[in-house]
C-alpha cells in the first residue's frame, strides 16, 4: 500500500488549502481514509476520518466546521478541505488507510510519508 499526501503550504490566518491523498495497492473503496496531523514539538493526533462507504465522518473538536473530509472513490484519493485556517493548525497532516475492509473509521495499518502545512498570523 503506497499513500501520497499533497496540497500543503503556507497560508496566512483564514486561509483555505485543500490536501489530497492518492492511495494505491489496495481496493480503496473498501477501506476507511483518516488525516492526522503532528503538530511541532507534539505527538500525532487524529483530525478526521470517512468510513469505507463514505458515511458519517468523524472529526476532532477543533476542526469541527472549518474542515471537510471526502473521498472519490473513482480517483482513489481522500481530501481535506481546510478552511479558516489558524496558526494552531500548523502541523505535518498525515493520510492513513484502515487496517480492514468494510470497516468504519479505527485503526489504521498504512500512513502516508506527510505534507507541511503552516499558517502564519
Known amino acids: 500500500v503506497q499513500l501520497v499526501e499533497s496540497g500543503g503550504g503556507s497560508v496566512q490566518a483564514g486561509d483555505s488549502l485543500r490536501l489530497s491523498c492518492v492511495a494505491s495497492g489496495r481496493t480503496f473503496s473498501n477501506y476507511a481514509m483518516g488525516w492526522f496531523r503532528r503538530p511541532p514539538g507534539k505527538e500525532r493526533e487524529f483530525v478526521a476520518c470517512?468510513?469505507?462507504?463514505?458515511?458519517?465522518?468523524s472529526y476532532v473538536d477543533s476542526v469541527k466546521g472549518r474542515f471537510t473530509i471526502s473521498r472519490d472513490n473513482a480517483k482513489n484519493t481522500v481530501y481535506m478541505q481546510m478552511n479558516s485556517l489558524k496558526p494552531e493548525d500548523t502541523a505535518v497532516y498525515y493520510c492513513a488507510q484502515g487496517t480492514s475492509p468494510y470497516s468504519d473509521c479505527g485503526r489504521y495499518g498504512y500512513w502516508g510519508q506527510g505534507t507541511q502545512v503552516t499558517v502564519s498570523s
Open positions: 470517512i468510513p469505507w462507504n463514505g458515511g458519517r465522518t
